[in-house]
């Protein structure tokens, strides 16, 4: 079946500390793959995206490369801030069935100062 | 443009009552879907749509009703409030790309207790 497995957390990092949030998948078909942000109280917004294997998704300092050959979408940022904590998701959709999403269960950052 | 707007935002049911939670985008997108949200479990998918008409369920179905008679919107009903459907409720809308998908939009969230 179709599922996103994710680094869990939560994850406490010192303001321009290097972040890395882990994330593999299973897929039925060929997936895109995406990374989301859920601030406090608010619905998740997309962070980036990528559609094909060796595409790398790029959004405010953060990075992640579509790795087909290790099934992974891994989660970088070089200097985080403390406006950087929030849930991160990721999560993988499959065009051929109905745009539907699947997401991983979020690692909750925090970033001090 | 308000993409995808949620109502309500805050709701307590008790057990058994029955409840609407409305969902509508403005972007004239095909597909529509409901999710929640419970801690340690991420997002996990409720019903879908493909387009008006065309409903679908997901990965947790039951207690919940869903009917799409126009693009823009995608209510989501529950039939007799359980406890165990406390949740956040998100909808969201996407659309195809050719062979490769785009994003979903998200709405705010329904923050919904039942007591």
């Known amino acids: 079946g179709n599922s996103v497995t994710q680094m869990e957390g939560p994850v406490t990092l010192s303001e321009e500390a290097f972040l890395t949030i882990n994330c593999t998948y299973t897929?039925?078909?060929?997936?895109?793959l995406f990374w989301y942000v859920q601030y406090p109280g608010e619905g998740l917004q997309l962070l980036l995206k990528?559609?094909?294997?060796?595409d790398k998704g790029s959004n405010k300092g953060f990075e992640a490369t579509y790795r087909k050959e290790t099934t992974s979408f891994h989660l970088e940022k070089g200097s985080v801030q403390v406006s950087d904590s929030a849930v991160y998701f990721c999560?993988?959709?499959?065009?051929?069935?109905?745009?539907?999403?699947?997401f991983g269960t979020g690692t909750s950052l925090t970033v001090i100062p | 443009n308000a993409g995808v707007t949620q109502t309500p935002k805050f709701q307590v049911l008790k057990t058994g009552q029955s409840m609407t939670l409305q969902c509508a985008q403005d972007?004239?997108?095909?597909?529509m879907s409901w999710y929640r949200q419970d801690p340690g479990m991420g997002l996990r998918l409720i019903h879908y749509?493909?387009?008006?008409?065309?409903?679908d369920q997901g990965e947790v179905p039951n207690g919940y009703n869903v009917s799409r008679s126009t693009t823009e919107d995608f209510p989501l009903r529950l039939l007799s409030a359980a406890p165990s459907q406390t949740s956040v409720y998100f909808c969201?809308?996407?659309?195809?790309?050719?062979?490769?998908?785009?994003?979903?939009?998200f709405g705010q969230g329904t923050r919904l207790t039942v007591v």
């Open positions: 969201a809308s996407s659309y195809s790309q050719g062979a490769w998908n785009t994003e979903a939009f």
């Open positions: 897929a039925t078909g060929y997936p895109s």
């Open positions: 990528a559609t094909k294997a060796d």
């Open positions: 999560a993988l959709s499959i065009g051929d069935t109905g745009n539907q999403f699947y």
């Open positions: 972007m004239n997108h095909e597909y």
């Open positions: 749509s493909v387009g008006a008409g065309i409903t």
